[in-house]
T-cell receptor
Framework: AQKVTQAQTEISVVEKEDVTLDCVYETRDTTYYLFWYKQPPSGELVFLIRRNSFDEQNEISGRYSWNFQKSTSSFNFTITASQVVDSAVYFCALSEGNNDMRFGAGTRLTVKP | NAGVTQTPKFQVLKTGQSMTLQCAQDMNHNSMYWYRQDPGMGLRLIYYSASEGTTDKGEVPNGYNVSRLNKREFSLRLESAAPSQTSVYFC??????????????FGQGTRLTVV
């Protein structure tokens, strides 16, 4: 079965610092999908990005950027100039061709003013 | 647009009681999922259903049963609740067919306490 590892349990930064959240995955499938979700203190799950295994282009959306590297099985997420509102738990997830979708344990990000 | 609707939002059970968590989606998605979230352990997949009439075990299926009643509804049943099943439960749905493969859309969660 596939596996997602988010080795950083908690990260604390000061506002305006850049921060990178790591995600490493394991899969035997050649077709798969990777996701990032944000869970703010209110508890809902907010979708951030989806990437399929055939698309290794990096993506930037405002202060958010994602670096997908198949060679290292990583899909890392960078927040530039962090803000207090970025404080949340961030989850990386992997779905293989059988539609099974597994999440990592999450990284709790705290941005201090 | 309701999206994914879970009921109830909160529930307290006594050990040994049974209950069913309901989930319905109105996005015509083929795949549906049940997860549990415990502190420090992320979201763990209990069961999923890739299409109406099919269900598969996830990481932590023991103590649970599911029913994909139709394309819209996917219920999770606890036959004999145990304190270890105290958790927040999330239902999700997504489209996973060849023409369209989307992200998962989540319900608001059910906070279950077993005493």
């Amino acid at each position: 079965a596939q596996k997602v590892t988010q080795a950083q349990t908690e990260i604390s930064v000061v506002e305006k610092e850049d921060v990178t959240l790591d995600c490493v995955y394991e899969t035997r499938d050649t077709t798969y999908y990777l996701f990032w979700y944000k869970q703010p203190p209110s508890g809902e799950l907010v979708f951030l990005i989806r990437r399929n295994s055939f698309d290794e282009q990096n993506e930037i959306s405002g202060r958010y950027s994602w670096n997908f590297q198949k060679s290292t099985s990583s899909f890392n997420f960078t927040i530039t100039a962090s803000q207090v509102v970025d404080s949340a738990v961030y989850f990386c997830a992997l779905s293989e061709g059988n539609n099974d979708m597994r999440f990592g344990a999450g990284t709790r990000l705290t941005v201090k003013p | 647009n309701a999206g994914v609707t879970q009921t109830p939002k909160f529930q307290v059970l006594k050990t040994g009681q049974s209950m069913t968590l309901q989930c319905a989606q109105d996005m015509n998605h083929n795949s549906m999922y049940w997860y549990r979230q415990d502190p420090g352990m992320g979201l763990r997949l209990i069961y999923y259903s890739a299409s109406e009439g099919t269900t598969d075990k996830g990481e932590v299926p023991n103590g649970y049963n599911v029913s994909r009643l139709n394309k819209r509804e996917f219920s999770l049943r606890l036959e004999s609740a145990a304190p270890s099943q105290t958790s927040v439960y999330f239902c999700a749905s997504r489209s996973t067919n060849r023409r369209l493969n989307t992200e998962a859309f989540f319900g608001q969660g059910t906070r279950l306490t077993v005493v």
